[in-house]
């Protein structure tokens, strides 16, 4: 079974510029995460999906960040402009919605952004 | 205050050492209970998940949830080199969404 696929792997960018972050979940997983993880912390919940729609996007900083799942399957997260507080590891997950493996989530290998 | 409070570590040990990792959460709703490893420049790996109270083995790892004092814990028996990496607790309440602690990395000398 393939893993969670995540692209760019890594990331330079300037303070004040966008980018955008890739993810292919697990096939057949119907729950998609985004998180944020700064160096030294846990990771921290961005935004979740159900197939294609938003189940919490609470700590999601919606006036610089979006995200988006078309068709339930892949998912794009992006961040426009960028701030260098932005610089941190931004991990995919996703999770199956079968009762209680629902709490079981694979992660990706993240993209490392770096801002300047 | 944070909802999940993890043990900061780092912690070394030498290999066959027993080692502990605890966290403790102030989320009465707080079910189920997990413990991932994240090594080095990788995504976290889940290890062991635990619903409610009680204790749960997986070979070497032994995950243990007191919810009236609001702990868990993660023993590692006989710990090898390849043990090391940084260890993630995480709790969800019935919606699904994980809060997860900040980490404790562990190093386990040969």
């Known amino acids: 079974e393939a893993g969670v696929a995540q692209s760019p792997r890594y990331k330079i960018i300037e303070k004040r510029q966008s980018v955008a972050f890739w993810c292919n979940p697990i096939?057949?997983?119907?729950?998609l995460y985004w998180y944020q993880q700064i160096l030294g912390q846990g990771p921290k919940l961005l935004i979740q999906?159900?197939?294609?729609?938003?189940?919490?996007d609470s700590q999601l900083p919606k006036d610089r960040f979006s995200a988006e799942r078309l068709k339930g399957v892949d998912s794009t997260l992006k961040i426009q402009p960028a701030k260098l507080e932005d610089s941190a590891v931004y991990l995919c997950?996703?999770?199956?919605?079968?009762?209680?493996?629902?709490?079981?989530?694979?992660f990706g290998p993240g993209t490392r952004l770096t801002v300047t | 205050q944070k909802e999940v409070e993890q043990d900061p570590g780092p912690l070394s040990v030498p290999e066959g050492a027993i080692v502990s990792l605890n966290c403790t959460y102030s989320?009465?709703?707080?079910?189920?209970f997990m413990w991932y490893r994240q090594y080095s420049r990788k995504g976290p790996e889940l290890l062991m998940y635990?619903?409610?109270?009680g204790n749960k083995e997986d070979g070497r790892f032994t995950a243990q949830v007191d919810k009236s004092s609001k702990y868990i814990s993660l023993f590692i028996r006989d710990s090898q080199p390849s043990d090391s990496a940084t260890y993630l607790c995480?709790?969800?309440?019935?919606?699904?969404?994980?809060?997860f602690g900040d980490g404790t990395t562990l190093t386990v000398k040969p």
């Open positions: 997950a996703s999770s199956s919605n079968q009762g209680v493996t629902s709490y079981e989530q694979y």
């Open positions: 096939s057949g997983h119907a729950t």
């Open positions: 999906f159900q197939n294609n729609g938003v189940v919490d």
């Open positions: 989320n009465s709703a707080f079910q189920y």
């Open positions: 635990t619903y409610s109270s």
């Open positions: 995480a709790m969800s309440g019935y919606a699904g969404k994980s809060t």
